[in-house]
C-alpha cells in the first residue's frame, strides 16, 4: 500500500480528525474531559515530552513560493499502552501534560473497546467547544463587517 492509500483511508482520517481536536482543546478543557473517564491506562514513554521548535511555513496568495513565516513552541510525546497500541501527540506550546493525555487519548481511541466510548465522551464534546469558540469568533468578525456597494450611474 502506497502513502497515498494510506492517506485516503477511512481509519487514518479519523485519526487525523481526533488528534486535530486534542491537539486544538485548551488543556484545561482536555484535562476536565479525561478526569470524568476516569481511565488509567498502562503505558511507557516511546518518547517523553520533548518541547522545541517548529518552522511555521507560508505561500504569498495560497499558491505562491513557499517562505518562512517564523517558529511556534511545540510539545511531543508517544506512548506505548500496555496493549501494544502506540499513541502520539503533537501540541502546541510547553504544556507536557496535554501531550502526555493527547498521547494517552490518541492510543485509546485506536483500541475497539474503547474508542466509542472516547469518542462520545471526550471527542464530540471538545469538537462541540471548539465549533462554539469558531462561531464566536466568527460573530465578533462579522460584527465589524462593513458592506460596500457602487451605484452605478446612469449617462444623462
Given at each position: 500500500?502506497?502513502?497515498?492509500?494510506?492517506?485516503?483511508?477511512?481509519?487514518?482520517?479519523?485519526?487525523?480528525?481526533?488528534?486535530?481536536?486534542?491537539?486544538k482543546s485548551t488543556v484545561e478543557a482536555l484535562q476536565q474531559r479525561w478526569q470524568t473517564l476516569s481511565l488509567e491506562p498502562e503505558y511507557q514513554f516511546i518518547r517523553k515530552p520533548e518541547t522545541g521548535l517548529t518552522m511555521l511555513r507560508g505561500r504569498v496568495?495560497?499558491?505562491?513560493?513557499?517562505?518562512?513565516?517564523?517558529?511556534?513552541?511545540?510539545?511531543?510525546c508517544a506512548v506505548r499502552l500496555a496493549s501494544g497500541t502506540l499513541g502520539v501527540s503533537y501540541v502546541t506550546g510547553r504544556n507536557s501534560q496535554h501531550a502526555i493525555t493527547a498521547a494517552l487519548a490518541d492510543a485509546l481511541l485506536q483500541e475497539e473497546r474503547t474508542q466509542s466510548l472516547l469518542q462520545r465522551e471526550l471527542i464530540a464534546p471538545l469538537q462541540a467547544e471548539l465549533d462554539a469558540e469558531r462561531q464566536q469568533r466568527a460573530a465578533r468578525a462579522n460584527s465589524t463587517r462593513v458592506d460596500f456597494f457602487t451605484l452605478v450611474r446612469g449617462e444623462d
Open positions: 500500500m502506497s502513502v497515498e492509500q494510506q492517506q485516503e483511508s477511512p481509519e487514518t482520517r479519523a485519526r487525523q480528525h481526533w488528534m486535530g481536536i486534542l491537539a496568495g495560497g499558491s505562491g513560493q513557499p517562505f518562512n513565516l517564523g517558529e511556534m513552541t511545540l510539545t511531543r
